[in-house]
């Protein structure tokens, strides 16, 4: 249903894309497609970052997504149009002032914003929000599983931490590394609020999928165009009512 929907973009991670070039070149054809980099890159990995996004740029992969400021260089350098992640910080007009000197497309601006804020920041370069998904808490450098069962198993769809009360946390892998991303265990809902965000001046709402399947994720962009009430105990507002505490 996703791929059938007109999007102002797709963001789908490096790894996913260089799997599977003949899809790959399908979404290339569908237009609006752009290559999402892992948050953490080493020296010692930028080759084969590099590398990969030459591939990418020879299937026609024009658009990067960016969360660290140090791998601008490499998406230049490839021919790719930049996008801004949430990585960036993007919290003021100043910040978005220095990504349009930076020649940013667009920028996702920070999820510990309020909304006020986002209204009042600046729009020098195309602004994005996060409407929904499961935010990330932390991202560790070392497999977060490995280090206390001496196995990884951050490829099993079900991994996830446990806190003290019950409340579950979903883990994720940073890319293709074995880096561990600690997601909230509940998601970010603004779906049924699209009135209020309206009013921003956002370039684009933007859906965070992470652990969802294919239903799931169908049924959420079917809850986008036809929003259903605001479920408490399985979504949060997160902090664009609160801000940082």
Not at 53 to 77: I, S
Not at 149 to 178: N, R, W
Not at 194 to 208: E, F, I, N, S
Request: glycine share 8%; aromatic share 6%; hydrophobic share 40%.
């Amino acid at each position: 249903k996703m791929l059938n929907m007109e999007t102002a973009m797709l963001y789908i991670p490096m790894h996913i894309l260089l799997e599977d070039p003949e899809m790959t070149a399908r979404l290339v054809q569908r237009g609006r497609l752009a290559v999402s980099l892992p948050r953490i890159i080493h020296d010692g990995e930028m080759p084969r970052l590099k590398k990969g996004l030459q591939q990418l740029r020879e299937l026609g992969v024009k658009d990067a997504l960016v969360g660290n400021l140090g791998h601008l260089t490499a998406v230049r350098e490839a021919g790719m149009r930049l996008h801004g992640d949430f990585g960036l910080n993007i919290y003021n007009s100043a910040s978005m002032n220095v990504l349009r000197n930076l020649e940013l497309t667009s920028a996702t601006v920070s999820f510990e914003a309020t909304m006020p804020q986002i209204r009042d920041m600046s729009k020098a370069v195309n602004m994005e929000i996060i409407v929904y998904g499961r935010l990330p808490l932390m991202v560790t450098e070392q497999c977060l599983f490995r280090g206390r069962t001496g196995q990884c198993s951050c490829d099993m769809a079900a991994t996830k931490l446990v806190d003290k009360t019950g409340a579950e946390f979903p883990i994720i892998k940073d890319g293709s590394s074995c880096r561990s991303v600690l997601l909230n265990g509940k998601k970010l809902s603004w779906l049924d609020r699209q009135d209020d965000l309206a009013k921003l001046g956002v370039w684009a709402a933007r859906l965070y999928f992470t652990t969802e399947n294919s239903r799931e994720v169908d049924r959420i962009l079917a809850d986008y165009l036809n929003p259903e009430p605001f479920d408490p105990g399985a979504c949060t507002r997160g902090l664009y009512l609160r801000g940082v505490e």
